[in-house]
């Protein structure tokens, strides 16, 4: 067993959820030794990938000795770009480095442990744990995965970012299904982590250009198939599918924050919507569904949402038992509609 901090993003409970899904789903043993804000320190069997996350901005391997270490600490290069968080321990670098003739340049970036910088050397110190990053993800792939492919629209799009953690979520293993795709962000990241993807939607143009872009750049063996249809009809074309992970019509785009009443006739066209979808989605789905639902602001600073209880009447499907106050509300600063990430699996009784 090795020991960790893992750093996580800005939605810190969600990406602690997302971290506790993978490990579950990939049958990772682990064991919490210490939080605080958003660091959390893990002992786990097995070192993860952080592309397989969304949630996490860094992984740093704690160091059991840190003179032993640094007595070992052999460099490749003879310019060396670094930063850490405890001047006692910068101290100590810089001397090790006169030492070893080695020039040095100290970056304050760990000001804001959440920034995302490849360095040289990187460490973070916590409370007695002294750790040495050993992966940053890498928020310029994201975007530039965003903003080149065919069809982006950043006011309607799933962020590359919270399609990761919803489909982590899920725990899916082999096969997904979004009846929603709209663009396909969804499909292409479950695409990206090899798994199958079954996208529907009204309009398939710019979901099919960007999968058939994403086929053409990059490298997967996992499979994809695109119908044209309504998501009140689901069951027409799908016998069955493993997971739903989908980001649904939310109702109209608001600049503003719409008059109470407004809101509301939003809120009933959308529950009469995902009434009839979720009995489809019951007909289908074998394990989890992973949704997102609307919850508008209004002009008289009083929210209103969906009631679930009403939307899960007369299906199979039940919130997750979690220790985190489930659902999750995700937003994002100034939006006028939050959405709130529910995580419903499959009654077997």
Not at 116 to 126: A, G, R, V
């Amino acid at each position: 067993m090795k020991k960790f901090i893992f750093v996580l993003g800005r939605d810190i409970e969600l990406s602690l959820l997302e971290l506790f899904s993978y490990f579950e789903k990939e049958d990772i043993n682990y064991s919490i030794l210490d939080k605080y804000q958003n660091l959390v320190v893990l002992e786990t069997d097995k070192i993860i990938n952080i592309n397989k996350l969304g949630g996490l901005v860094k992984i740093a391997e704690i160091i059991d000795n840190f003179n032993i270490f640094l007595k070992n600490l052999v460099f490749d290069k003879n310019k060396i770009i670094y930063t850490v968080n405890d001047e006692e321990i910068k101290e100590l670098l810089k001397e090790k480095f006169k030492e070893e003739g080695i020039k040095a340049f100290y970056k304050t970036e760990i000001k804001s442990l959440t920034t995302s910088s490849k360095l040289d050397f990187e460490f973070i110190k916590f409370k007695n744990y002294i750790s040495q990053v050993i992966q940053v993800s890498n928020p310029k792939e994201y975007k530039n995965r965003d903003e080149t492919r065919p069809y982006f629209d950043a006011k309607k799009v799933t962020s590359i970012r919270l399609a990761k953690i919803l489909i982590n979520l899920s725990q899916a293993k082999h096969e997904i299904l979004d009846p929603f795709c709209g663009q396909g962000t969804i499909l292409q990241e479950a695409l990206l982590m090899n798994l199958n993807c079954y996208g529907l939607d009204a309009n398939l143009n710019e979901a099919k250009k960007n999968l058939e872009w994403l086929k053409n750049k990059f490298n997967f063996k996992s499979s994809y198939k695109l119908f044209q249809g309504d998501a009140r009809n689901l069951s027409k074309y799908f016998r069955s599918a493993e997971c739903c992970v989908t980001e649904p019509y939310l109702g109209p785009y608001f600049k503003k924050y719409p008059k109470y009443d407004e809101a509301l006739n939003v809120i009933k066209d959308l529950e009469k919507l995902y009434i009839q979808v979720f009995q489809e989605l019951d007909k289908i789905i074998e394990k989890r569904l992973v949704i997102l639902l609307p919850v508008i602001k209004t002009n008289v600073k009083k929210n209103l949402k969906l009631n679930i209880n009403k939307l899960l009447q007369g299906t199979k499907f039940r919130q997750i038992q979690s220790s985190f106050n489930l659902p999750i509300l995700y937003s994002n600063k100034g939006a006028v509609v939050e959405r709130e990430i529910y995580i419903l699996e499959k009654s077997k009784l």
